[in-house]
């Protein structure tokens, strides 16, 4: 098995055999050497800093019904809140005296937030820092609204494929959801000149080995700027409150498999993750990871963001604690750096 990552380091792919074989191997041994490989690779490119997004979640207001997320439209449980143009600038400034150089305006999909409302707090926050990354995580629109994003500055956007397999986004998704669309989006960004994310949920409902295969290899092709993946976790208030969530091992397996195919992706230790593992952001970096997303939300609202339940936002993954997050990367030898941290080409 080693030689099969050995091999996937050098040529950044794997036969879908070994591929497969590496997701299911369980062997203590082999994974170690699998997780030293990814950060070898991620020190080549990023040496051992660690980079830090701002996270905005400003509306949780959503048209959409992925059966998935708690803060889907027919989620009748579910707190909404807005906040108003004034609070993100605010949310931006605190995190820009804390040391944040990447804000992340992170929501559901909300009308409310039409392109001219977008464009307004886009050029904002880049008049209030010239020297900051902005990234979008908003979800579907049409093209004309990325490039309007786009030129008022927006840096990044995240958009996660969340399944490569059509039948799967077919269980994942309502009717009205399309997974082409989604694809066409993709593309758009990534055309239109953001750096662009992509990404999956680990362990979803009906998620097989050969879906995560797919999920590979579409990142692999895709070659996105940004992956972000973490374990499904059910939300009580969803159709899928009874399914077990994903797998901690298999998202560091998974992460640590992305960065030996996309030797300089920005690839973060999510919150999900964080939020099966107490120690999920240290795992994370020693499994390949360089980003994390710590919460720059108003208190107040954090708990309305609930994608899904117990989720992580009092501890290292406030924004407030950025100390602590400090410390412990520095415990595993990482240090958390004040930068934009934009993606850095393949040297070769
Ligand atoms: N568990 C884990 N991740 C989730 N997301 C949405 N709902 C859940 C859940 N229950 C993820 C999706 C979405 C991102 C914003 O959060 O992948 O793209």
Redesign the pocket.
């Known amino acids: 098995m080693c030689n099969a990552i050995d091999r996937l380091r050098r040529d950044r792919a794997l036969p879908d055999g070994q591929m497969r074989a590496l997701l299911l191997c369980e062997d203590r041994d082999v994974l170690s050497y699998l997780f030293q490989q990814a950060r070898r690779v991620r020190e080549e490119a990023y040496g051992r800093a660690v980079f830090i997004r701002g996270l905005v979640e400003f509306t949780n207001h959503c048209k959409n019904d ?1 059966y ?3 803060i889907r439209r027919s989620n009748a449980q579910a707190q909404r809140y807005r906040l108003q143009e004034e609070q993100i600038l605010q949310c931006a400034q605190s995190g820009y005296r804390l040391g944040f150089r990447t804000i992340v305006l ?1 929501g559901g999909e909300d009308p409310f937030f039409t392109d001219e409302k977008m464009v307004s707090i886009i050029r904002g926050i880049k008049s209030q820092h010239p020297d900051c990354a902005v990234t979008l ?1 908003i979800g579907e629109r049409p093209e004309k609204s990325y490039r309007a994003f786009f030129e008022a500055g927006a840096d990044r956007y995240l958009l ?1 494929h ?1 399944t490569a397999d059509e039948a799967h986004y077919g269980l994942l998704h309502p009717a009205g959801m399309s997974f082409r669309h989604r694809m066409d989006c993709l593309k758009a960004l990534k055309e239109i000149g953001f750096q662009t994310g992509c ?3 680990v362990g ?1 409902p009906y998620q097989t080995v050969d879906n995560l295969l797919s999920d590979l290899a579409f990142t692999a092709a895709f070659q996105p700027q940004m992956v ?1 993946i ?6 009580r208030d ?1 159709p ?1 409150k009874d399914r077990a969530a ?1 797998s901690a091992l298999m998202t560091l397996k998974l992460l640590a498999i992305i960065r030996l195919l996309l030797p300089t992706v920005l690839l973060p230790a999510t919150t ?1 993750l964080n939020t099966l593992l107490p120690d999920g952001c240290e795992q994370g970096m020693l499994a390949g990871a360089n980003v994390v997303m710590p919460n720059l939300s108003p208190q107040g609202v954090r708990k309305k963001y609930m ?2 339940n117990n989720k992580a936002s009092f501890g290292s993954e406030a924004a407030e604690a950025l100390d602590s997050l400090r410390a412990r990367m520095a415990r595993i030898g990482y240090e958390v750096v004040c930068d934009r941290g934009d993606y850095r080409q393949p040297s070769c």
């Open positions: 992925c998935y997320c708690g992170q995580s996660r969340e990404g999956f949920m979803s972000g973490g374990p499904f976790i059910p939300h969803t899928f994903g999900a994608l899904y």
